[in-house]
């Protein structure tokens, strides 16, 4: 079945080269407070270790970054507010 689409869209390789069915999407939540020096660096090493172990272009990695406040964390049933 060569027009099945279930068998043209399957799962990479490990290893295997790109094809352009890769598009990792790295997301990241965090406590505000880097500077945009850090996130700067963070994004271009996290992109060059997807790239070097997905073996995939850096125009297909997207990095999110998410900032959520200590009000909005908890850990072990305490807010990081209340830390």
């Known amino acids: 079945m060569p027009n ?3 068998l043209r869209h399957r799962a990479p390789i490990p290893g295997a080269p790109y094809q352009g069915d890769i598009m990792p999407i790295l997301r990241l939540e965090m406590h505000p407070g880097r500077t ?3 996130k ?3 994004v271009r090493e996290v992109t060059r270790v997807a790239v070097e172990t997905l073996t995939c272009p ?3 990695v997207d990095v999110v970054i998410s900032e959520i406040s200590r009000e909005d964390w908890a850990k072990a049933g305490k ?3 209340d830390k």
């Open 40 to 42: 700067r660096a963070f």
């Open 4 to 6: 099945c689409p279930i």
């Open 58 to 60: 850096p125009e297909s």
């Open 36 to 38: 945009l020096e850090q």
């Open 79 to 81: 807010l990081a507010a």
